[in-house]
């Protein structure tokens, strides 16, 4: 077998919940909007997740009946990687969920609404100035989004609609703001900001979290959910 094509079990990522010794390979994740060791294969999903079938055979059936879909698209690829904050659609069975850290570091699945299932949270990692003065948004799942006025900063969240893109809220890096803690010793807390501490140096900015026990975790790690309150459901947390 290529390593470039299959995964073994005891070197999957450690965000995976799968059994490391049951069988020797898993599917593998191919390169797309998310990173391996940060992302669930499609088909894994599938089959070991949803349990919706036993064999990668049945998931290639499945997957090419396009009875699956990510953030309101059809996905016929096993391999095509999900990720942090992905809605994951199962038209059939009328089911709609959002992957989400727990306070494991695993990627969790958590049921939600066919409401919550047309929107998503998108966090600005970076910007680009095109020609026109318009600017483009780059966002931590692969997607862009060219505006004509740039009102954003990086670390930004914004709350998008997958029908036609709109913007229906914006939630800021800034004092105050709920955020979901995405990795570190705090991955899948919730905690309010506090200030960003800005280093001058190649090192990660730092974020002063406030809750039941404040802490100081990257600026990386520090993905806005809401202004006060999170707008999204949480697994295994309780707001401190």
């Known amino acids: 077998m290529s390593s470039s094509h299959h995964l073994k079990r005891l070197n999957a990522p450690r965000t995976l919940r799968l059994h490391r010794k049951e069988k020797t390979w898993t599917i593998r994740s191919s390169p797309g909007p998310h990173e391996l060791n940060a992302s669930i294969p499609l088909g894994l999903l599938v089959r070991d997740y949803f349990q919706l079938c036993d064999t990668r055979r049945e998931v290639k059936r499945i997957l090419a009946n396009g009875e699956i879909l990510v953030d309101g698209i ?10 942090f904050m992905d809605v994951i659609t199962i038209p059939k069975t009328k089911k709609h969920y959002r992957l989400v850290f727990d306070q494991r570091g695993k990627l969790s699945l958590v049921s939600i609404s066919t409401n919550d299932a047309e929107w998503k949270l998108r966090r600005i990692e970076n910007k680009t100035t095109l020609r026109g ?5 780059h966002f931590h799942d692969g997607n862009n989004m060219i505006v004509e006025k740039d009102t954003y900063h990086t670390g930004d969240v914004l709350k998008m609609a997958f029908k036609d893109k709109k913007i229906n809220d914006i939630y800021p890096k800034e004092k105050g703001t709920i955020s979901l803690i995405t990795g570190g010793s705090h991955v899948g807390e919730l905690a309010t900001i506090e200030s960003i501490e800005i280093i001058q140096s ?9 809750g039941g026990n404040d802490f100081t975790t990257y600026e990386k790690y520090v993905f806005p959910v809401g202004k006060t309150k999170p707008v999204i459901a949480i697994p295994e947390v309780k707001i401190q």
């Open 202 to 210: 190649s090192s990660s900015n730092l974020a002063v979290m406030k």
């Open 74 to 83: 059809i996905r016929k690829s096993n391999k095509f990687p999900i990720g």
């Open 133 to 137: 003065k318009k600017t483009q948004l």
